[in-house]
């Protein structure tokens, strides 16, 4: 039994380097395609997530210095807490997930999270149903793009608000005997985020701003690219194309049922 144990924690252990080797040799083996797709990725970023996301950015940045936040969590408190077992504060978030798109709410929650609002299990919590797609995709793209109809789009958007708001409920139970530490918590909301906003120091609340947003959106680059990458790989290796075939048989009972 207990060999048997430690074969499992080999296999475990290899699994991940195992993928890596794989992804290292499919980098070699499909090089020209894998450049494509990454110069794909990266014009795909440039052109539609660095001017869509980077103002955003520093917008909520910046509003985190500010005491907005905290007066949407005061007047908001009596109706999150009941709710969805979090902070006022959150409410912040689920405002701008829901006007802004991926991945502002969680970019906020982030930012909630790192000043003290906010504890690991309440951003938890919050990032379940916060992250939202944004209005201008649903009713956009999808309604008057795909569905050539606006009314489908704001039927649509109000479903995905539906089913966010009753995510969180749903997960307002989640980890509920968790203690949560009140000294720290308190310590740091006494300091009201660290940094507030003020003439004396807007150059640097500005500058770190700027700089955390830039970070934050390189980095999502850089996740694009790579995904670009992967898919890449699986399609010129024919994976995507066999997992579809073993797949199909099950789509299509679905599909009838």
Known sequence: MKSFKFIVFKVKSA???????????????????????????????????????????????????????????NFLNPIMRPLFNVPGEGAFALVLGIISGYPIGAKTVANLKENGICSDVEAERLISFT??????????????????DVKIGFLLLLAHILAALTVGFIFRFWKRNYKLSTIK???????????????????E?????????????????????????????LSNSKIIYIIATLLSPLFSVVRYI
């Open 185 to 203: 918590t308190n310590t740091v909301k006494s300091n009201e985020y660290n940094n507030k906003v003020s003439f004396y120091n807007l150059g």
């Open 15 to 73: 699994i991940i380097p195992f993928c890596i080797c794989i992804f290292t040799i499919f980098l070699l083996i499909f090089s020209n395609n894998n450049l494509s797709a990454a110069k794909k990725g990266i014009a795909l970023w440039y052109s539609s997530v660095l001017p869509s996301l980077l103002p955003f950015f520093i917008a909520t940045e910046l509003l985190s210095h500010t005491n907005i936040v905290s007066i949407i969590g």
């Open 131 to 148: 992250n939202n797609s944004g209005p201008l995709f649903i009713i956009g793209t999808v309604g008057i793009s795909i569905f050539l």
């Open 205 to 233: 609340i500005l500058y770190k701003s700027i700089f955390n947003s830039i970070i934050s959106v390189v980095m999502i680059g850089g996740f694009i690219v790579l995904f670009s990458v992967i898919v890449s790989m």
